[in-house]
């Protein structure tokens, strides 16, 4: 049997941490290993408690959550950070991304949206919620459009299928949905994803950005 995700909870507000281990605890593959109040502890408990996933906040008292993910990623084996805050602003989701978060949720998530994101950020897929997408690739569109062309050329490297995934994911999908969309398994998405992950990467390697995020980034630098 598989052992569970580790999963350790990062926010200033105790009641938060609570539904959140109450939510994440419904879920038999991952598990909640540590819950810490402030970003200035959280290099600390990962040392403790070797998490898969940390579910950090973005705005504390004393270390905000993007110099908290900043830190984490210049650890020599550093977790998968998901952000999760009421702030939707497009700085905060594209500060957060290049500080090494791998996904980015509103609390106004539902709790599956929210125990989804974090399989996969585990998994190595990332998560964006559409609302987040919207505002974060409104925020690329506008400020790259002299790459529209490379972008586009890059896209051409996809096989139909990976490009309808491409799409999908920039919409904000998860993994379950475009595989309900496109009537596959969730196992041929993950495949197909992979795969545009890495024929992008190298066509778009001077992004700041990679993974999930990435292939959401140049979908939407193309047009689309």
């Known amino acids: 049997m598989t052992p569970p995700t580790r999963v350790l909870l ?24 540590g819950t810490v109040h402030d970003g200035d502890q959280v290099v600390d408990a990962v040392h403790r408690h070797a998490p898969h996933v940390v579910l950090l906040d973005v ?3 004393r270390q905000d959550g993007i110099t908290t ?36 949720l509103l609390k106004t998530s539902s709790p599956q949206q929210i125990i989804e994101a974090v399989r996969s950020v585990a998994s190595g897929d990332g998560a964006l919620s559409g609302k987040s997408a919207h ?8 400020g790259r459009r002299s790459r529209q062309q490379e972008a586009r050329d890059a896209l051409r490297m996809l096989s139909p299928r990976e ?3 491409a799409r999908a994911v920039a919409r904000g999908l998860s993994n379950a949905d ?26 778009f390697a001077a992004l700041e950005v990679h993974g999930r995020i990435g292939v959401a980034v140049v979908v939407t630098e193309a047009g689309g």
């Not at 505002?135 to 506008?142: D, E, F, K, N």
């Open 10 to 33: 990062v926010d200033d507000d105790p009641l938060v941490c609570q539904g959140l281990e109450l939510m994440l605890s419904t879920a038999a593959d991952l598990s909640v290993v």
């Open 59 to 61: 705005r504390m008292t």
């Open 69 to 104: 993910a900043a830190a984490l990623s210049r650890l020599p084996a550093p977790p998968k950070v998901l952000m999760l805050t009421t702030f939707d602003h497009d700085d905060v989701m594209l500060r957060s991304v290049h500080a090494g978060a791998a996904g980015f």
């Open 135 to 142: 505002q974060l690739l409104t925020h690329v569109r506008t």
């Open 163 to 165: 490009l309808e995934v």
């Open 178 to 203: 475009i595989a309900r969309g496109l009537y596959v398994s969730e196992a041929t998405v993950k495949t197909q994803l992979a795969s545009a992950q890495a024929k992008l990467a190298g066509a």
